[in-house]
């Protein structure tokens, strides 16, 4: 074998070991961005499925108030007797745990329907507000009215 073809050998070995290393970068960079992409994608679905968990619970505490009055129409929260219920009032709730979550229920003093009924659900980070308008007499207690609140309540 002569200097020349042992020369061109050596360049052509040089010239491959740089095309695997650029290929290895190239496709460990692929990696890296499928990675990110699949923990951003988790995250998001986790903070759907915490946010709907949360409404569902702020619901469920209306049912709670429903239940209680259904049993007793002069059923209140408020400890206190001012007249205040949660939200205006943080003491004035019942809590009520559900699975891993909880939502606050503040009900209103007073013997009589209707009365209007605020519901928080806490689901990890988060939190829905839904307000109810129940009336009715003895054990037939019905949800009139509906609303979720804005954010912060």
Not at 73 to 83: F, H, I, K, P, R
Request: with cysteine; aromatic share 8%.
């Amino acid at each position: 074998m002569n200097n020349k073809q042992r020369t061109t050998n050596n360049e052509q070995s040089g010239v491959a070991l740089i095309l695997a290393l650029f290929s290895l970068l190239f496709v460990s960079l692929l990696v890296v961005a499928l990675v990110d992409t699949i923990t951003i994608d988790q995250q998001i679905s986790t903070n759907h499925i915490r946010d709907t968990q949360a409404g569902f619970l702020a619901d469920a505490g209306v049912e709670y108030a429903v239940y209680k009055l259904k049993d007793d129409n002069a059923y209140d929260t408020d400890d206190n007797l001012d007249g205040d219920v949660y939200p205006d009032d943080p003491d004035d709730y019942d809590t009520v745990t559900l699975g891993s979550g909880s939502c606050k229920v503040g009900i209103p003093v007073g013997a009589a329907l209707p009365k209007t009924i605020t519901s928080t659900g806490f689901a990890g980070n988060f939190s829905r507000s839904v307000q109810a308008v129940i009336s009715g007499s003895g054990s037939s207690v019905q949800v009139n009215n509906w609303r979720e609140l804005e954010e912060g309540v």
